[in-house]
């Protein structure tokens, strides 16, 4: 039998294949960065590092958080969506993570094609607190007094555009009355206010203000989720107590760039998940007030265009822009 010498390649091309293939270096292959678009100790951090040791773990190489707070969450964010290393991912939050570019058009990344979501790992509900000088001890008659007594309350927000504003702005349309948005680069200074009595409500993260609710400094009329807080029990959600509105849950999620590979991603989800079911893990998160929840790319990229259509949508509407 006569071998031609294009036989004898192709046969050693499917010998070497096999070998080839086993050469290829496994993911990763050196330190994976985290960057948390916020500071250590903030919400997102906690998320991060619930899962990192996890990861670091099961794929062999390190995962070093690395926090790039600024900018609302924008400038990690950005720095997550410019990675080109491979060996970068990140965590942030709603905002910088879905509706960021409709709110501010200059901004030079766009969440919704420059970031590849992985999972979601945390789900906040939001508390509706007021001072207790407001006469209201129920949303109904939270509402009854702000028709009656227009112009009378403040309420609370860390920034235009935040899901605090804008579930607040949603939450007044659609129970008729209107309060004068104050703006805050942040939930701490919010939260002095509102004990002080400069605000009259603010929907703040449960962290900020369950201290507070819990010594009778402010009190918890509803909150925004689909169900009660186990730290809240005898607080209703806003639809038990009577606003036909969907439920609010600010989120934490890890993206990667975009373009990051599918199977690396699946891969990454399913163990977030594995440890954010750890009971430790549950336990610490839960205690901040927030719940620990996996998901899988799919069902994140679902979440994150399902929140630039809802919240962009009312962006749109009311024309709000970022603070110069």
Same mark, same amino acid.
């Given at each position: 039998?006569?071998?031609? &010498?294009?036989?004898?390649?192709?046969? !050693?091309?499917? @010998?070497?294949? %096999? +070998?080839?293939?086993?050469?290829?270096?496994?993911?990763? =292959?050196?330190? *994976?960065?985290?960057?948390?678009?916020?500071? +250590?100790?903030?919400?997102?951090?906690?998320?991060?590092?619930?899962?990192?040791?996890?990861?670091?773990? @099961?794929?062999?190489? %390190?995962?070093?958080? =690395?926090? &790039?707070?600024?900018?609302?969450?924008?400038?990690?964010?950005?720095?997550?969506?410019? !990675?080109?290393? +491979?060996?970068?991912?990140?965590?942030?939050?709603?905002?910088?993570?879905?509706?960021?570019?409709? /709110?501010?058009?200059?901004?030079?990344?766009?969440?919704?094609? =420059?970031?590849? %979501?992985?999972?979601?790992?945390?789900?906040?509900?939001?508390?509706?607190? *007021?001072?207790?000088?407001?006469?209201?001890?129920?949303?109904?008659?939270?509402?009854?007094?702000?028709?009656?007594?227009?112009?009378?309350?403040?309420?609370?927000?860390?920034?235009?555009?935040?899901?605090?504003?804008?579930?607040?702005?949603?939450?007044?349309?659609?129970?008729?009355?209107?309060?004068?948005? @104050?703006?805050?680069?942040?939930?701490?200074?919010?939260?002095?206010?509102?004990?002080?009595?400069?605000?009259?409500?603010?929907?703040?993260?449960?962290?900020?203000?369950?201290?507070?609710?819990? =010594?009778?400094?402010? #009190?918890? /009329?509803?909150?925004?989720?689909?169900?009660?807080? !186990?730290?809240? %029990?005898?607080?209703?959600? /806003?639809?038990?107590?009577?606003?036909?509105?969907?439920?609010?849950?600010?989120?934490?999620?890890?993206? +990667?760039?975009?373009?990051?590979?599918?199977?690396?991603?699946? #891969?990454?989800?399913?163990?977030?998940? *594995?440890?954010?079911?750890?009971?430790?893990?549950?336990?610490?998160?839960?205690?901040?007030?927030?719940?620990?929840?996996?998901?899988?790319?799919?069902?994140?990229?679902?979440?994150?265009?399902?929140?630039?259509? &809802?919240?962009?949508?009312?962006?749109? #509407?009311?024309?709000?822009?970022?603070?110069?």
């Amino acid at each position: 039998m006569t071998i031609t &010498r294009r036989g004898m390649l192709g046969a !050693a091309t499917l @010998v070497a294949a %096999p +070998g080839a293939l086993r050469a290829q270096p496994a993911w990763p =292959d050196r330190p *994976v960065r985290v960057i948390v678009a916020f500071p +250590g100790g903030s919400t997102p951090d906690m998320a991060a590092r619930a899962v990192a040791p996890h990861l670091a773990q @099961v794929f062999g190489q %390190p995962f070093v958080v =690395d926090n &790039r707070a600024g900018g609302g969450g924008n400038i990690g964010t950005e720095a997550i969506a410019r !990675a080109t290393d +491979g060996h970068t991912l990140g965590v942030t939050i709603g905002g910088p993570g879905s509706t960021a570019k409709v /709110l501010n058009p200059n901004l030079s990344y766009d969440p919704a094609t =420059d970031l590849t %979501p992985i999972s979601l790992l945390a789900r906040l509900p939001f508390v509706l607190a *007021v001072h207790p000088s407001v006469p209201a001890n129920t949303v109904a008659e939270l509402i009854a007094y702000a028709k009656a007594n227009p112009g009378k309350l403040n309420y609370g927000s860390t920034g235009p555009g935040t899901l605090s504003h804008l579930a607040t702005e949603d939450m007044a349309r659609l129970s008729g009355f209107q309060a004068e948005h @104050v703006s805050y680069r942040g939930v701490a200074q919010a939260v002095l206010d509102l004990v002080a009595g400069r605000l009259q409500l603010f929907l703040a993260a449960p962290a900020g203000v369950l201290a507070q609710v819990q =010594d009778g400094r402010l #009190r918890a /009329l509803a909150v925004t989720g689909p169900d009660r807080m !186990a730290q809240l %029990p005898n607080v209703p959600t /806003l639809r038990e107590a009577g606003v036909q509105m969907e439920p609010v849950v600010a989120w934490i999620g890890m993206f +990667g760039p975009a373009g990051f590979p599918a199977d690396r991603a699946a #891969r990454i989800a399913r163990e977030c998940n *594995v440890a954010l079911n750890q009971p430790e893990q549950r336990r610490t998160l839960e205690a901040a007030g927030f719940q620990p929840v996996g998901s899988t790319p799919a069902e994140f990229a679902a979440l994150q265009k399902a929140e630039i259509e &809802r919240w962009g949508g009312l962006i749109r #509407r009311l024309g709000i822009r970022p603070e110069s």
